[in-house]
């Protein structure tokens, strides 16, 4: 009886193969129609590189993914320290004055939309007089990804138990070696898990962007976009598949090493 509750049904096989088609088949036709031969992009011409060829030689288009992953890289790192360090102060700074407050606004970028964030944003910079371009995305890409990390690693912090801590200092380290031999290698793992979310974030972002960057400082998304108005180009298809294969790379890799690190016990944290 145990043994038939836990088989699946048919039923919920079928709504799982339909809701994995949904989410995947899209991004497969796009792959294959990458390498279609063919300028138009409902129909297949056969199997080519010509699109890819293209695409290293459009100068507009690297230099956007060029601009995207300068500012995803920065925006993600600014993000990380900024991030983990609120969710210490949230997660080991009791209670004190303006936390409600503190935390309030450091949480509004998860429900606020982009819409008024990306204006809010830009009224900013212009309200100081401040150039849109690299550092004005960069900023903002860092507001809206910076709760995400809070939220990740302020998650591991609150399940982390702080009786290790209390021992280190019990042994005389300081609180903040405590924190550095004992709290950080714990809780690096949720760091580099929000440092790859921020990444993807700032990465994939168009609406904010659009309204922080300026003249010459198009990131990808926004080049995408202009190019998709005129109409669809196969160049396009090449760009999204070089896209989804560095993020499967980039996953798959920090899975690897997340294995290791678990298989080789590098999560205890030494004193």
Known sequence: MARSLHKPSAVNIAALALGLAFLYLPIVILVIYSFNASRLVTVWGGWS????????????????????????????????????????????????????????????????????????????????????????????????????????????????????????MDLGCSPARAFASVTLPLIWPSIAAGWMLAFTLSLDDLVIASFTTGPGSSTLPIRIYSEVRLGVKPEINAVCTLIVAFVATVIVVASLVSKLSNDRGENAAPL
Request: proline share 2%; aromatic share 10%; net charge neutral.
């Open 49 to 168: 590189l010509q699109w890819y060829r293209e695409l290293f030689n459009d100068g507009a288009m690297l230099s956007a993914a060029w601009m995207s992953l300068r500012v995803g890289v920065v925006a993600a790192s600014a993000a990380t320290v900024l991030g983990t360090l609120a969710a210490i102060g949230l997660a080991r700074g009791g209670f004190f004055r303006g936390r409600t407050l503190f935390s309030g606004m450091l949480y509004a970028p998860l429900v606020m939309p982009e819409v008024i964030t990306g204006l809010s944003l830009l009224l900013l910079f212009v309200a100081i007089d401040a150039g849109r371009g690299f550092w004005t995305v960069t900023i903002a890409h860092t507001t809206l990804t910076m709760c995400f990390v809070t939220v990740v690693v302020q998650a591991r912090l609150n399940g982390l138990d702080r009786s290790l801590e209390e021992a280190a």
